[in-house]
């Protein structure tokens, strides 16, 4: 299985959110983690939001760094470029899309572009409503 990995999937893993069991799962059977600039940027504000309002010790948040870069090392990262950007400008199916969401859309649809059969890792009610209408398949199944 290759899997497009997009952050709601990602920050549940790296904080150890609930389904963090169902994303590890995932990530660990995967052949291929395919993600982009923007999951990791997301990722990394989410913990410095953390540490700045005291949800996350220093030891905490340099763990959860590690854990993010260290995995991140193994997967093949997307970056901001022209297809991807002139995809998240164009309407999706089941408009309106917010822009973050438009952008890890058109990532995902980069990496499918690039790997045959990628499946996008998401928790994100929008995100998988829109990857299945877009003819991708989701998961977790729910």
């Given at each position: ?63 959860r760094e590690v ?76």
């Amino acid at each position: 299985m290759n899997l497009y990995a997009e952050s709601s999937a990602v920050i549940t893993w790296v904080l150890s959110q609930e389904r963090e069991e169902e994303i590890e799962s995932a990530l660990a059977g995967a052949e291929l983690i395919i993600s982009s600039d923007l999951t990791i940027l997301e990722c990394e504000r989410v913990l410095v939001r953390g540490s700045a309002v005291g949800e996350l010790s220093d030891a905490e948040l340099t763990k959860r760094e590690v854990m993010l870069r260290t995995a991140a090392q193994h997967w093949m990262l997307l970056s901001f470029d022209p297809p991807v950007i002139e995809r998240a400008q164009r309407p999706f199916p089941n408009e309106p899309i917010r822009t973050l969401d438009a952008l890890h859309l058109a990532f995902a649809l980069e990496a499918r572009r690039m790997v045959a059969g990628v499946r996008i890792l998401s928790l994100d009610r929008r995100i998988r409503e829109a990857a299945r209408s877009m003819g991708m398949e989701v998961v977790p199944q729910q």
